[in-house]
């Protein structure tokens, strides 16, 4: 049975496309655990101020109409920040998609929401590093069951908690804390969380990208300050932005 030292948040998120930097939250979904072993829930739909592509709204089932009257997510950011206040957090592709469209949506917002010190379970990650699969085979490999409604937020939430449970049950080597499973699975260290940015065996920023891969960031700033210019005026995620703006400023102290 899992064990928790503090609630862990699974959520899951629609949205108007892939996009880290151009598209909206339509629906979020999020079922806290606790230490105790009860479950909060908290679902709602949002207006996310753009038209849905119908291409999205065939995946997810969620049309401008149903959300014209929603509130936008400006009007509910304190309501989600609060709600996972001082929890670990956990999804299906989670670090890869639904946090970095989550931290997006804060940033637009003006709130400053601090993960550096939130443990973040990928039960995508568990899955693919045990058996590569979707979330409707696993489920269907785990919980022996059909994923009716895939792609509600809701259900697909309640879905990566149940098969989070089963993995634990199934995979004894993962243990039953949040920090055993990541100790087995790895916690991957990271700069921004659209990842345009890591970290080389020294701890130093370095780009994931482009002509500088595998370059250190402050010494690419610091020798050609205009890359920075370039990358702000770009269509790049928020966050990226503001950790570039963080390397840029550390890199001038130093050289100051």
Not at 28 to 46: E, M, N, Y
Not at 237 to 248: N, S
Request: aromatic fraction near 10%; include cysteine.
């Amino acid at each position: 049975m899992l064990q928790l030292t503090r609630p862990i948040a699974f959520f899951d998120l629609e949205t108007t496309g892939v996009s880290l930097s151009t598209d909206r939250i339509v629906e979020i979904a999020i079922i806290k655990l606790l230490p105790d072993g009860s479950r909060q829930v908290k679902r709602k739909l949002l207006n996310p101020q753009m038209l849905i592509p119908k291409a999205s709204s065939d995946i997810h089932g969620i049309t401008d109409d149903m959300v014209k009257d929603a509130p936008t997510f400006k009007q509910v950011a304190n309501e989600v920040k609060m709600f996972i206040d001082g929890c670990d957090l956990g999804g299906y592709n989670s670090n890869r998609f639904d946090i970095p469209i989550l931290m997006e949506e804060f940033l637009r917002v003006g709130l400053d929401v601090d993960l550096s010190k939130r443990k973040m379970v990928d039960v995508q990650h568990i899955f693919y590093t045990m058996e590569p699969r979707t979330l409707t085979a696993a489920y269907k490999f785990f919980c022996e069951k059909e994923l009716i409604d895939a792609h509600s937020a809701e259900a697909d939430v309640s879905a990566t908690i149940d098969v989070f449970l089963a993995q634990l049950k199934k995979y004894q080597q993962l243990g039953n804390t949040v920090e055993s499973v990541l100790g087995v699975i790895g916690e991957e260290k990271i700069v921004d969380y659209a990842r345009r940015f890591g970290y080389d065996d020294k701890g130093v920023e370095v780009f994931n990208f482009g002509k500088y891969k595998g370059r250190s960031v402050g010494e690419v700033l610091k020798a050609e300050p205009q890359y920075y210019d370039w990358m702000m005026r770009g269509d790049f995620p928020l966050h990226t932005k503001q950790k570039l703006t963080e390397i840029f400023n550390k890199t001038l102290l130093k050289n100051n």
